[in-house]
């Protein structure tokens, strides 16, 4: 029985996700379904045309990087003169040749009323859903630095555990102010 628990216990630290393995096998069987529905997609040459999910996805951080890679390679810039960006509201982003709306992010310690993070209510969820992002990587010289934003962690779930990426999002007043208040995204749980 020890033996089990020694084996158990260091599986848990390997994989994504819920500790529980009825859990676990829950969200992969979810993630499984999903992905089939990404390549019909993929199949048909529309994926990113529309929404994507990333939780959906066993591991995000391979997309973005997928995504980056692509990027590189139709700018035809190296890897590392790219930086990632993103665009709430709808808008696009300028000089990108992937750029990829994300659906199904949750914010925690803050609200966005789709212009910028608002502080919280005193009945607010402690987890609420947000609107569509745009994301996309860009050649660095691109890029001109933005004012009133502030990056957020993307978080794998609310336990903070894992970071995906950092989001970058609108803000009224110091960014500093929304770091302390520990704002952050997480994926949404399935």
């Given amino acids: 029985s020890s033996g089990i628990n020694a084996e158990y216990g260091a599986w848990v630290k390997k994989w994504e ?3 529980a393995p009825i859990d676990w096998l829950r969200s992969l069987v979810s993630k499984t379904m999903a992905l089939g529905g ?15 999910d990333l939780s ?18 139709r700018l035809g810039q190296p890897i590392n003169d790219l930086v990632f960006m993103s665009q709430w509201g709808g808008s696009t982003i300028k000089k ?6 994300i659906e199904g992010l949750m914010i925690e310690g803050a609200l966005y009323d789709g212009n910028s993070l608002v502080e919280c ?7 609420s859903p947000i609107s569509n992002c745009t994301i996309a990587w860009v050649a660095a ?16 779930s609310s336990e903070r555990e894992k970071q995906v990426t950092a989001i970058s999002m ?8 929304w770091k302390l208040k520990s704002v952050a995204l997480v994926l949404k749980n399935q």
């Fill in 56 to 73: 959906d996805l066993m591991n995000p951080g391979v997309f973005l990087n997928a995504l980056r890679q692509e990027s590189a390679r």
């Fill in 96 to 101: 990108a040749v992937c750029p990829v709306m």
């Fill in 141 to 156: 010289n691109d890029v001109r630095k933005q004012s009133g934003m502030v990056d957020i962690p993307l978080y794998y």
């Fill in 121 to 127: 209510q005193r009945d607010s969820p402690s987890c």
């Fill in 38 to 52: 990404w390549v019909e997609k993929c199949n048909s040459g529309t994926l990113l045309s529309s929404p994507v």
């Fill in 170 to 177: 609108p803000c009224n007043g110091s960014p500093d102010h």
């Fill in 17 to 19: 996700g819920p500790e």
